[in-house]
């Protein structure tokens, strides 16, 4: 995979693509407001097969607005930096953090379900900074020292809290983020071997 430039067209594509998966995001929690947030059937509830579709749904859902708006400001900022490495990168990521995370819900969660984009949020920050140490590149290093330096108290998140919090979305999110950096992560240049 080419190493893609940190530009001005790569800053407005990746602000593009965050600020459209975001503005899904709102559309669908206020179709869902107006249905008595009837969607949200459709979320992870663990261990029980007829919602195992729920792996791909349940970062579209929330509980109201207010769960909404608390995940919007760090997708926009973690998720512009998943998306300026292209539609792909982001495409990508974003599955394997909703599937593995998912799954991981699934199979180890609370009984209760599970839902919002939280999931990603934790998958994003994850990626960023395990992208940094597997590329071992400036603007991979930078990206996930900002993340760590912004958003490094997010990880308390993982740890069980407030019962009406999924933590186990956030530990399985950002589990699959890192995952999907070891999979999606440009590889350093091999250096030349010493004669």
Same mark, same amino acid.
């Given at each position: 995979?080419?190493?893609?430039?940190?530009?001005?067209?790569?800053?407005?594509?990746?602000?593009?693509?965050?600020?459209?998966?975001?503005?899904?995001? $709102?559309?669908?929690?206020?179709?869902?407001?107006?249905? !008595?947030?009837?969607?949200? #059937? +459709? =979320?992870? %509830?663990?261990?029980? /097969?007829?919602?195992?579709?729920?792996?791909?749904?349940?970062?579209?859902?929330?509980?109201?607005?207010?769960?909404?708006?608390?995940?919007?400001?760090?997708?926009?900022?973690?998720?512009?930096?998943?998306?300026?490495?292209?539609?792909?990168?982001?495409?990508?990521?974003?599955?394997?953090?909703?599937?593995?995370?998912?799954?991981?819900? $699934?199979?180890?969660?609370?009984?209760?379900?599970?839902? !919002?984009?939280?999931?990603? #949020? +934790? =998958?994003? %920050?994850?990626?960023? /900074?395990?992208?940094?140490?597997?590329?071992?590149?400036?603007?991979?290093?930078?990206?996930?020292?900002?993340?760590?330096?912004?958003?490094?108290?997010?990880?308390?998140?993982?740890?069980?809290?407030?019962?009406?919090?999924?933590?186990?979305?956030?530990?399985?999110?950002?589990?699959?983020?890192?995952?999907?950096?070891?999979?999606?992560?440009?590889?350093?240049?091999?250096?030349?071997?010493?004669?």
């Amino acid at each position: 995979m080419s190493e893609r430039r940190i530009t001005a067209t790569g800053w407005l594509d990746g602000a593009r693509i965050i600020i459209c998966f975001v503005a899904i995001l $709102w559309l669908i929690e206020a179709i869902n407001t107006g249905l !008595g947030h009837a969607f949200n #059937v +459709f =979320g992870i %509830f663990p261990r029980e /097969v007829a919602t195992l579709p729920g792996i791909l749904f349940w970062p579209f859902l929330h509980g109201n607005f207010q769960h909404l708006i608390m995940n919007t400001t760090p997708l926009l900022a973690l998720g512009l930096f998943v998306a300026m490495r292209g539609p792909a990168v982001f495409l990508q990521t974003s599955v394997i953090v909703m599937i593995v995370g998912g799954l991981g819900v $699934w199979v180890f969660g609370r009984e209760a379900y599970h839902i !919002g984009a939280s999931g990603l #949020v +934790f =998958g994003y %920050f994850g990626f960023l /900074v395990a992208v940094g140490i597997y590329e071992r590149r400036v603007s991979s290093l930078a990206v996930a020292s900002l993340a760590v330096f912004y958003y490094g108290g997010l990880i308390f998140g993982v740890l069980p809290s407030d019962s009406f919090v999924s933590w186990e979305g956030h530990l399985f999110g950002l589990a699959a983020g890192v995952l999907a950096a070891r999979f999606l992560a440009r590889r350093p240049a091999l250096e030349a071997p010493n004669d």
